[in-house]
């Protein structure tokens, strides 16, 4: 697994230099990220890069949304920010914000800025988490203007020609409560994902989870299960994720039926009635 | 003989004068009350005696007292002489409601059981439950009596008074009914039998085997329990169409094997949708020849599915276990044959299997195509004929347990008259009703069973008039004052399990709507800024209040965050419109009604979990003199099976005079306390009644609205409005009418309007 990738809040002296390295080397990636690309996604995304559209990675939970801009950034040779949105993030997180040195006041710029500033891919991953007064901030990033103005410093900042904002989105989660505004849906170029094909998916298991092929062909199909099972109780069926995780532990020694306890089905739902249907259906699956 | 007696058993003394007068019935009673004693003593037999005495003090003739003489005998190795005497005591009790003959079979019935009866309590529950029989339903005690080897299973003894209580209820005063049920001749009580001793049944299980089903095949089944017909329960599973019926229970089957037995029939049924034939023409086939094919077809699709899903050979393999020394019968070889096709390294002794193994592995090529399982079916078919074993139509059950009766692989449609009767006869054998004039439609769903239910009451025609309303008139530009009366209809309870099925059919849509149920209910945390106090420091607060120090300026102190809950404090109504439009049938049969009673109880489900103050009305209307409002459910009172079942009854008719409607509802809503009042009106298109023109109600209507909003409650109309023409935005304004453009949408935008709206 490539570790290049850090996000802001795993590296607080990141966090606190007040004037980082423009090349942002912390940022950058250096060992190629796996990614086993599923469709033509590479070749959008190169396109939008090239014109330095905004990006959006619509899909379930674990199928690759993260790795696939973490392959980007790297396949780029840009820095890549992450930022994961939470529901208590305001503005002033992501642009930055006065903080008190022993001299007076000092500017600390946010992630956005930093990435604006330098010229970096931007990642806010599951942005409808964060607060809708927050997703307002990237809209003169995401249009013709490409500027993001700080109105505590009085500044605007013109975006580096090499900075991209990508941003996840999870339609699982979609929900009246919980949705983008349209203003900010429509500024971005969409890439779906989806857990790949069966065979794909058996590749990927197999090269993350160093399983075998009829390990990996077990797990798809029990993944299969579980979200055909999606809307019948479950929120969300087993994700690619969960098969690496399932089957790690089953090349590691615990036996099949332990891993896809631990790794897919306790993780999945809490609900003993489902819990029982689950298992009746992986047991349908193991051989 | 009296002589020997004792004073110190008075009683024992009191029975022999008794007995001594009568003939027959003395002599019995001597050698009785002498068997009993060389087992017990006698000192022992006194209470015995009493309760021959109790019997014989109520008259209880001479079959009745043989009847106790023989149990006396028949027990006297099991019971004391104490529990005998309470045997009759009990007995006596019964003698007196239901009289001698019932006694007797009650006393025979006891004998028989009694092996079974663990006790002195479970004894007890026996007379306890023929008693109460009697006091409600004498002449049905006999018939009870009857039947206790099949009404008391061991270890189930309690149930034997749930069905006694069942069957009083089901019948009630009807004598006819009751009788039939006590003589088991009901479907009602051979479902209940069915039960007995049964363990976790199609109901328990449904919903899990459903999911189970949906995660190997991808799409929801359709699961429905195959009720008991023709006298007796149902012992395969049946598939029709894409319907796959399931006994009530397995008789006979508890616990976990139970439920390994409905997984594994499920299972197999599934297969057979999944990749089995749509169905063969039965055309001239034997009997014979349909049992075989169905064997193969069977081993065929599960074959198939194992194929895809290893697990499922440990899921049947238990079941295959039929050995040459079950018997000589061709239904023996059948389920060895079987088991031969399901297991290729099973041998047996005869050559038909064989035979039908070695078939079969050579068609592995083509396991795709059904028309194989014909193939070999016929030619085993004709090795049977050719033995001249003979096959029983009429008894044939398929073997092993799990598989299903097999007539779902037939089309019937064409079948010959010359074979007709004999494959009736194998039809009636696995007790399907056959459909007549059937064009043979793979998705129609057998219709149920009614047995056991209510029909729905027709609801009164005109009730009382509860209020008058005034009414805009547009044509003359006034308001013309008590203009229309509303009646207040008394809804009739409908039937709740169409609903029901129809909630459990829209699982993704409700599992949505219970994620927003969630986010909803814990209140957003909004947070709070510039407090004086909180749990946590605000930042830009704090760092203006430095800053402001260092320009001397007077900080401002409050430099805390904290969170509170938003409080919701929110009424809603919802009227619906059940005029005659909403007859109108979509593609799937369902009528517009139905789609909005769904609707509605998703809704329903989603406030009472959130607790919101909510009612819900449905309106019609025949004139101004006769606009119906029929309460489903009031504010005060909760959302239980009762409001569901008024839910349910609504039927459609009539015109739809919305403005009445709606001042009726506003007048209701206008009471409740609350910070925001909502009325949600689901209408399926114009206002119309038979005594003005549409266009004044629509004017009517408005007024209403705007009328509503200045005493603060808001009106959102959800039309049900595919062509996007109708006048939604011009009654509840275009920010707050939602034309439903797929009617089948509605159920999930009703949900998400109330939500979004719920927010504000």
Same mark, same amino acid.
Request: net charge neutral; glycine share 8%; hydrophobic share 45%.
């Given at each position: 697994?490539?570790?290049a990738?850090?996000?802001?809040?795993?590296d607080?002296?990141?966090?606190?230099?007040?004037?980082?390295?423009?090349?942002l080397?912390?940022?950058?990636?250096?060992?190629?990220?796996?990614?086993?690309?599923?469709g033509?996604?590479?070749?959008?995304f190169?396109?939008?890069?090239r014109?330095?559209?905004?990006?959006?990675l619509?899909?379930p939970?674990?199928?690759?949304?993260?790795?696939?801009?973490?392959?980007?950034a790297?396949?780029?040779?840009?820095p890549?920010?992450?930022?994961?949105?939470?529901?208590?993030?305001?503005?002033a997180?992501?642009?930055?914000?006065?903080?008190?040195?022993?001299?007076?006041t000092?500017?600390?710029?946010?992630?956005?800025?930093?990435a604006v500033?330098?010229?970096a891919?931007?990642?806010?991953?599951?942005i409808?988490?964060?607060?809708?007064?927050?997703? #307002?901030v990237?809209h003169?990033?995401?249009? &013709?203007?490409?500027? %993001? @103005?700080?109105e505590?410093?009085?500044?605007?900042? /013109? !975006?580096?020609?090499?900075?991209?904002?990508?941003?996840?989105?999870?339609?699982?989660?979609q929900?009246?409560?919980?949705?983008?505004?349209?203003?900010?849906?429509?500024?971005f170029?969409a890439?779906a994902f989806?857990?790949?094909?069966?065979?794909?998916?058996?590749?990927?298991?197999?090269?993350?989870a160093?399983?075998?092929?009829a390990?990996?062909?077990?797990?798809?199909?029990?993944?299969a299960?579980?979200?055909?099972?999606?809307?019948?109780g479950?929120?969300e069926?087993?994700?690619?994720?969960?098969?690496?995780?399932?089957?790690?532990?089953?090349?590691?020694? #615990?036996?099949l039926?332990?891993?896809?306890? &631990?790794?897919?089905? %306790? @993780?999945?739902?809490?609900?003993?009635?489902m819990? /029982? !249907?689950l298992?009746?259906?992986?047991?349908?699956c193991?051989? | 003989?009296?002589?020997?007696?004792?004073?110190d058993?008075?009683?024992?003394?009191?029975?022999?004068?008794?007995?001594?007068?009568r003939?027959?019935?003395?002599t019995?009673?001597?050698?009785t009350?002498?068997?009993?004693?060389?087992?017990?003593?006698?000192?022992?037999l006194?209470p015995?005696?009493?309760?021959?005495?109790?019997?014989?003090?109520v008259n209880?003739?001479?079959?009745?007292?043989?009847?106790?003489?023989?149990?006396?005998?028949?027990?006297?190795?099991?019971?004391?002489?104490?529990?005998?005497?309470?045997t009759?005591?009990?007995?006596?009790a019964?003698?007196?409601?239901?009289?001698?003959?019932?006694?007797t079979?009650?006393?025979?019935?006891?004998?028989?059981?009694a092996p079974?009866?663990?006790?002195?309590?479970?004894?007890?529950?026996?007379?306890?439950?023929?008693?109460?029989?009697?006091?409600?339903?004498?002449?049905?005690?006999?018939?009870?009596?009857?039947?206790?080897?099949r009404?008391?299973l061991?270890?189930h003894?309690?149930?034997?008074?749930?069905?006694?209580?069942?069957?009083?209820?089901a019948a009630?005063?009807?004598?006819?009914r009751?009788?039939a049920?006590?003589?088991?001749?009901?479907a009602?009580?051979?479902?209940?039998?069915?039960?007995?001793?049964?363990?976790?049944?199609f109901?328990?299980?449904?919903?899990?085997?459903?999911r189970?089903l949906?995660?190997?095949?991808?799409t929801?089944?359709?699961?429905?329990?195959l009720?008991?017909?023709?006298?007796?329960?149902?012992r395969?599973?049946?598939?029709?169409?894409?319907?796959?019926r399931?006994?009530?229970v397995?008789p006979?089957?508890?616990g976990?094997?139970?439920?390994?037995?409905?997984?594994?029939a499920?299972?197999?049924?599934?297969?057979h949708?999944?990749v089995?034939?749509?169905?063969?023409?039965?055309r001239?086939?034997?009997?014979?020849?349909?049992?075989l094919?169905?064997?193969?077809?069977?081993?065929?699709?599960?074959?198939l599915?194992?194929?895809?899903?290893?697990?499922?050979?440990?899921?049947?393999?238990?079941?295959?276990?039929?050995?040459?020394?079950?018997?000589p019968?061709?239904?023996?070889?059948?389920?060895?044959?079987?088991r031969?096709?399901?297991?290729?390294?099973?041998e047996?002794?005869?050559?038909?299997?064989?035979?039908?193994?070695?078939?079969?592995?050579?068609?592995?090529?083509?396991?795709?195509?059904p028309?194989?399982?014909?193939?070999?079916?016929?030619?085993?078919a004709?090795?049977?004929?050719?033995r001249?074993?003979r096959?029983?139509?009429?008894?044939h059950v398929?073997?092993?347990?799990?598989?299903?009766?097999?007539?779902?692989l037939?089309d019937?449609?064409d079948?010959?008259?010359?074979?007709?009767?004999?494959?009736?006869?194998?039809?009636?054998?696995?007790?399907?009703?056959?459909?007549?004039?059937?064009?043979?439609?793979?998705?129609?769903?057998?219709?149920?069973?009614?047995a056991?239910?209510a029909?729905p009451?027709?609801?009164?025609?005109?009730?009382?008039?509860?209020?008058?309303?005034?009414?805009w008139?547009?044509?003359?530009?006034?308001e013309?004052?008590?203009?229309?009366?509303v009646?207040?209809?008394?809804?009739?309870?409908?039937?709740?399990?169409?609903?029901?099925?129809?909630?459990?059919?829209?699982?993704p849509?409700?599992?949505?709507?219970?994620?927003?149920?969630?986010?909803?209910?814990v209140?957003?945390?909004?947070?709070?800024?510039?407090?004086?106090?909180?749990?946590?420091?605000?930042?830009?607060?704090?760092?203006?209040?430095?800053?402001?120090?260092?320009?001397?300026?007077?900080?401002?102190?409050?430099?805390f965050?904290?969170?509170?809950l938003?409080?919701?404090?929110?009424?809603?109504?919802v009227?619906?419109?059940m005029?005659?439009?909403?007859?109108e049938?979509?593609?799937?049969?369902t009528?517009v009604?139905?789609?909005?009673?769904?609707?509605v109880?998703?809704?329903?489900?989603?406030?009472?979990?959130?607790?919101?103050a909510?009612?819900?009305?449905?309106f019609?209307?025949?004139?101004r003199?006769?606009?119906?409002?029929c309460?489903?459910k009031?504010?005060?009172?909760?959302?239980?099976?009762?409001?569901?079942?008024?839910l349910?009854g609504?039927?459609?008719?009539?015109?739809?005079?919305?403005?009445?409607?709606?001042?009726?509802?506003g007048?209701?809503?206008?009471?409740?306390?609350?910070?925001?009042?909502?009325?949600?009106v689901?209408?399926?298109?114009?206002?119309?009644d038979?005594d003005?023109?549409a266009?004044?109600?629509?004017?009517?209507a408005?007024r209403?609205?705007?009328?509503?909003?200045?005493?603060?409650?808001d009106?959102?109309?959800?039309?049900?409005?595919?062509?996007?023409?109708g006048?939604?935005?011009?009654?509840?304004?275009?920010a707050?009418?939602?034309?439903?453009r797929?009617?089948?949408?509605?159920?999930?935008r009703?949900?998400?309007?109330?939500?979004?709206?719920?927010?504000?």
């Amino acid at each position: 697994m490539p570790s290049a990738l850090s996000s802001i809040s795993a590296d607080p002296s990141a966090n606190l230099a007040v004037d980082p390295s423009p090349d942002l080397a912390a940022f950058r990636i250096a060992v190629e990220p796996y990614y086993r690309p599923v469709g033509d996604e590479i070749a959008v995304f190169e396109a939008a890069w090239r014109h330095r559209l905004p990006v959006m990675l619509k899909g379930p939970t674990g199928c690759g949304k993260t790795r696939f801009v973490e392959h980007m950034a790297w396949r780029l040779g840009r820095p890549l920010i992450t930022v994961a949105a939470h529901e208590d993030m305001t503005a002033a997180d992501l642009a930055g914000r006065f903080l008190l040195a022993p001299e007076g006041t000092v500017w600390q710029d946010g992630p956005l800025t930093q990435a604006v500033r330098h010229g970096a891919l931007c990642y806010l991953d599951e942005i409808v988490e964060a607060r809708q007064d927050t997703t #307002v901030v990237i809209h003169p990033l995401t249009d &013709a203007r490409r500027l %993001l @103005p700080l109105e505590k410093r009085n500044e605007q900042v /013109r !975006a580096h020609e090499d900075f991209q904002l990508v941003i996840s989105y999870n339609p699982g989660y979609q929900s009246a409560v919980k949705d983008l505004k349209e203003s900010t849906k429509q500024r971005f170029v969409a890439i779906a994902f989806d857990y790949p094909a069966p065979e794909l998916e058996a590749e990927i298991v197999m090269r993350e989870a160093g399983a075998d092929l009829a390990l990996a062909r077990i797990l798809v199909a029990i993944a299969a299960c579980s979200r055909n099972l999606r809307g019948q109780g479950l929120d969300e069926g087993a994700s690619t994720r969960m098969l690496i995780h399932a089957g790690r532990l089953a090349s590691g020694g #615990v036996s099949l039926e332990a891993a896809v306890e &631990a790794a897919i089905v %306790l @993780p999945i739902t809490d609900d003993a009635d489902m819990r /029982r !249907a689950l298992n009746a259906a992986i047991s349908a699956c193991l051989p | 003989m009296s002589g020997l007696i004792a004073c110190d058993t008075p009683e024992l003394a009191r029975l022999s004068r008794l007995m001594d007068a009568r003939e027959t019935l003395g002599t019995i009673f001597a050698q009785t009350r002498r068997r009993l004693a060389a087992r017990h003593g006698e000192p022992a037999l006194e209470p015995w005696a009493q309760g021959v005495l109790a019997m014989v003090e109520v008259n209880a003739g001479a079959s009745a007292l043989l009847g106790f003489g023989r149990a006396s005998v028949e027990l006297a190795g099991r019971l004391s002489p104490a529990a005998l005497g309470e045997t009759g005591l009990a007995a006596a009790a019964l003698c007196r409601e239901a009289g001698g003959r019932a006694t007797t079979a009650a006393l025979d019935g006891f004998v028989e059981i009694a092996p079974r009866l663990a006790g002195e309590g479970e004894r007890a529950i026996w007379w306890r439950a023929l008693l109460t029989l009697a006091q409600a339903a004498p002449e049905c005690v006999e018939a009870v009596a009857a039947q206790a080897r099949r009404l008391v299973l061991p270890g189930h003894v309690a149930e034997f008074e749930g069905f006694i209580a069942a069957g009083l209820k089901a019948a009630g005063r009807d004598r006819g009914r009751r009788r039939a049920f006590f003589a088991l001749e009901d479907a009602l009580a051979l479902g209940l039998l069915a039960r007995i001793g049964a363990g976790p049944g199609f109901a328990e299980l449904e919903a899990g085997l459903t999911r189970v089903l949906a995660a190997l095949w991808g799409t929801a089944p359709n699961l429905q329990p195959l009720p008991p017909a023709g006298g007796e329960a149902p012992r395969r599973v049946n598939i029709a169409g894409s319907v796959i019926r399931l006994p009530d229970v397995f008789p006979g089957v508890q616990g976990e094997a139970a439920r390994r037995l409905y997984l594994a029939a499920a299972l197999h049924a599934g297969a057979h949708l999944h990749v089995g034939n749509p169905r063969f023409p039965i055309r001239k086939f034997r009997p014979v020849q349909v049992a075989l094919a169905g064997l193969i077809e069977d081993a065929r699709v599960e074959t198939l599915a194992m194929a895809r899903y290893p697990g499922l050979r440990r899921l049947w393999a238990p079941f295959h276990v039929a050995t040459p020394e079950d018997g000589p019968t061709l239904a023996a070889l059948l389920a060895r044959v079987a088991r031969g096709l399901f297991d290729p390294a099973y041998e047996d002794p005869d050559a038909l299997v064989g035979k039908a193994q070695a078939l079969f592995a050579a068609a592995h090529e083509r396991l795709d195509d059904p028309a194989l399982s014909l193939g070999i079916g016929t030619r085993l078919a004709n090795d049977i004929g050719q033995r001249r074993l003979r096959f029983d139509a009429r008894g044939h059950v398929v073997e092993p347990a799990y598989r299903d009766d097999g007539l779902g692989l037939w089309d019937f449609s064409d079948i010959d008259p010359e074979v007709s009767d004999e494959i009736e006869m194998m039809v009636e054998a696995a007790r399907i009703e056959r459909r007549e004039g059937e064009d043979g439609a793979p998705d129609e769903a057998p219709s149920r069973e009614p047995a056991g239910r209510a029909r729905p009451k027709a609801a009164a025609e005109t009730g009382p008039v509860i209020a008058s309303y005034p009414e805009w008139d547009a044509q003359a530009g006034i308001e013309r004052p008590d203009w229309t009366s509303v009646r207040a209809m008394l809804p009739a309870p409908g039937d709740i399990r169409p609903l029901h099925r129809a909630l459990e059919q829209a699982g993704p849509a409700r599992a949505r709507i219970a994620r927003l149920v969630k986010a909803a209910k814990v209140g957003r945390a909004s947070r709070l800024k510039r407090q004086a106090e909180g749990h946590d420091l605000d930042i830009d607060a704090a760092i203006e209040a430095v800053i402001a120090r260092r320009a001397g300026e007077t900080p401002d102190l409050r430099v805390f965050r904290s969170t509170a809950l938003t409080q919701r404090d929110l009424a809603v109504l919802v009227l619906v419109d059940m005029s005659q439009s909403t007859r109108e049938r979509l593609a799937d049969g369902t009528s517009v009604l139905d789609v909005e009673k769904l609707a509605v109880a998703m809704l329903a489900e989603a406030l009472a979990a959130l607790g919101d103050a909510f009612a819900l009305f449905a309106f019609a209307s025949n004139g101004r003199d006769d606009v119906r409002v029929c309460e489903v459910k009031g504010f005060d009172v909760p959302y239980d099976m009762a409001a569901t079942a008024r839910l349910a009854g609504l039927t459609s008719g009539l015109s739809t005079r919305l403005g009445a409607g709606l001042r009726h509802v506003g007048a209701q809503i206008a009471r409740v306390r609350s910070f925001r009042k909502l009325v949600l009106v689901l209408t399926d298109g114009e206002p119309s009644d038979i005594d003005v023109a549409a266009p004044d109600l629509v004017e009517d209507a408005r007024r209403v609205v705007l009328q509503l909003r200045v005493q603060g409650i808001d009106t959102f109309g959800v039309t049900l409005d595919p062509g996007g023409v109708g006048s939604g935005p011009a009654i509840f304004g275009k920010a707050n009418s939602m034309p439903v453009r797929r009617i089948e949408d509605l159920p999930l935008r009703l949900s998400d309007l109330y939500f979004r709206l719920a927010r504000r």
